[in-house]
């Protein structure tokens, strides 16, 4: 993954991209299962994430699936989701 996020940037800001933490990671999936996220187009996520990259800022993440890293804006979720 260290490869890829060298040269990769969050399409809203076009900051660069690091892996969110585990704990991060397992919080964001918790509010999954509890169907408390929804993305930039006010959908929810349809899966739990393997892993989640977050912008240099720490306003958007993005979900890494089984299929791959998803880099569309409206599949963004707000950092706020790592919050309480």
Not at 5 to 26: G, M
Not at 55 to 82: F, K
């Amino acid at each position: 993954m260290d490869v890829l996020l060298h040269l990769i940037r969050c399409p809203i800001t076009h900051e660069s991209l690091a892996e969110l933490a585990e704990d991060e990671l397992r919080h964001v999936n918790k509010r999954i299962d509890a169907g408390e996220v929804l993305n930039r187009a006010n959908d929810r996520p349809a899966a739990n994430w393997l892993c989640g990259l977050v912008n240099a800022s720490r306003s958007w993440i993005y979900p890494v699936l089984p299929h791959g890293v998803t880099l569309i804006a409206d599949e963004a979720v707000s950092a706020d989701v790592l919050r309480v």
